[in-house]
């Protein structure tokens, strides 16, 4: 089955700075790859996608990019603001089965520095 | 106002006891999803069902039960044969089983056994 490893599991930089979590996965048949966001105490939320014939998505601070033949995807947020501060998971799966076949990444837990 | 409700927040419960997790959803989704989230884990699924009256195993299923007679509904019994039950339990839902998209989760359960 699918393995989806997370680094680092903490990240602190000061605000305004650039933040980047990356994640390895093994299977070669994954093509699907969210990234979620749980804020303290509140529920996880999806942030951004990416679907493997695409290398790389944007939305406003954030990105994700993609490596197929690494199988490695990062996250990266610009301008870092007090907000940003959360978990963040990444996940992998094939888009061709269900959601049932999504497996997470072990969180990053990031935090802002004011 | 849509979304997912999972109750209780907090749970207590003395070894050898079960103890049901609640988990409502009005966003009309047909899959639905119980994950189990432990620090430094990603979540790991327990239970999944895409339609009513049929729900499938997931990764850690061992220990636990579900039913899903309502499209609404899909609540998660904690049995006493789960050995090691103390953990937050996020439920989620999603538009349409056997296909990959966005989790819609609840806030969470925590639950904590004496």
């Known amino acids: 089955g699918e393995n989806v490893e997370q680094h680092p599991s903490t990240l602190s930089v000061q605000e305004g700075d650039s933040a980047v979590i990356k994640c390895t996965y093994s299977d070669s048949a994954s093509n699907y790859f969210p990234w979620y966001k749980q804020e303290l105490g509140k529920r996880p939320q999806l942030i951004i996608d990416i679907r493997s014939n695409v290398g790389e998505k944007k939305d406003q601070r954030i990105a994700v990019t993609l490596n197929k033949t690494a199988k490695h995807f990062s996250l990266h947020i610009t301008e870092t603001q007090p907000e940003d501060s959360a978990v963040y998971f990444c996940a992998a799966s094939n888009a061709n089965f269900g959601n049932e076949k999504l497996t997470f990444g072990t969180g990053t837990r990031l935090t802002i520095i004011p | 106002d849509g979304g997912i409700t999972q109750s209780p927040k907090y749970l207590f419960r003395k070894e050898g006891q079960n103890v049901t997790l609640s988990c409502e959803q009005n966003?009309?989704?047909?899959?639905m999803y119980w994950y189990r989230q432990d620090p430094g884990q990603g979540l790991r699924l327990i239970y999944y069902s895409q339609i009513v009256n049929d729900f499938q195993k997931g990764d850690i299923a061992e220990g636990y039960s579900v039913s899903r007679e309502k499209k609404e509904s899909f609540p998660l019994t904690v049995t006493s044969a789960q050995k090691n039950p103390t953990a937050f339990y996020l439920c989620?839902?999603?538009?349409?089983?056997?296909?990959?998209?966005?989790?819609?989760f609840g806030e969470g359960s925590r639950l904590t056994v004496l």
């Open positions: 989620a839902s999603s538009i349409a089983g056997g296909l990959t998209g966005e989790l819609f």
């Open positions: 966003l009309n989704h047909d899959a």
